[in-house]
């Protein structure tokens, strides 16, 4: 069964460090979303994108953070300068436009654990 | 704005069966999921509703009451391997809007 992959798995960074969080996302997907999960908290949706943009985008994604798909199979979260609240997992997730819009699923990567000292 | 109510923790025998129930109150609707957890794991699909009623899959099944913004997770026959974060999480608006999740709840199931 096709997957989302996300690369790397786990990332070290010091505070003020830029960091670039990697994603696959399915190849016949259409919509793709980065959401972070501080341990122990709630997942929590940062933004979406489709058809080369951002279509909708939380509180939390301030100027310091940017997406990209620099290619036809990546999708990528930057976080210009790290801060220890950054410290979180982040996952991200595609849904295919095939289906209908209603009832399409996420489907999620394993994650990047991010940890900013 | 958006409010996504679940029970924090629950404890349930091996064989069992448990309920996980959810509310919710958002400005609109669109459809809600259900989703598992297992600790430093993605979150997996495991059902969707948006009309009122029951959908069964297999040992699981989920429940919706779109007039009381509520919905239930039904686990049956449990076994250990469920132990797990179970997510409730809404759609509000148009089908590109992102999903909105609730704490979720861990279920332990015990022997």
């Known amino acids: 069964e096709p997957e989302v992959t996300q690369t790397p798995s786990h990332q070290v960074t010091q505070m003020g460090q830029e960091v670039i969080l990697r994603c696959v996302p399915i190849?016949?997907?259409?919509?793709f979303y980065w959401y972070r999960q501080i341990l122990g908290q709630k997942v929590e949706f940062l933004v979406s994108?489709?058809?080369?943009?951002?279509?909708?985008k939380s509180e939390i994604f301030d100027d310091q953070f940017s997406v990209e798909r620099p290619d036809g199979s990546n999708f990528t979260l930057k976080i210009r300068s790290t801060k220890l609240e950054d410290s979180a997992m982040y996952f991200c997730?595609?849904?295919?436009?095939?289906?209908?819009?209603?009832?399409?699923?996420?489907?999620f990567g394993n994650g990047t654990r991010l940890t900013v000292t | 704005g958006q409010n996504i109510d679940q029970p924090t923790e629950m404890t349930a025998t091996e064989g069992a069966i448990v309920q996980i129930n959810c509310t919710y109150q958002?400005?609109?609707?669109?459809?809600l999921f259900w989703y598992q957890q297992h600790a430093g794991e993605a979150p997996t699909f495991l059902s969707y509703?948006?009309?009122?009623g029951l959908e069964e899959k297999g040992r699981f099944s989920s429940f919706l009451s779109r007039s009381k913004g509520y919905s239930y997770l039904l686990l049956k026959e449990l076994q250990m391997k469920d132990s797990a974060s179970y997510l409730c999480?809404?759609?509000?608006?148009?089908?590109?809007?992102?999903?909105?999740f609730g704490k979720g709840t861990r279920l332990s199931v015990i022997a």
């Open positions: 997730a595609s849904r295919s436009d095939r289906e209908s819009s209603y009832n399409s699923p996420l489907h």
């Open positions: 190849s016949n997907h259409l919509y």
């Open positions: 994108f489709y058809n080369n943009e951002i279509s909708e």
């Open positions: 958002t400005s609109g609707f669109n459809g």
């Open positions: 509703n948006v009309l009122d």
């Open positions: 999480a809404v759609r509000d608006d148009s089908g590109n809007t992102p999903l909105v």
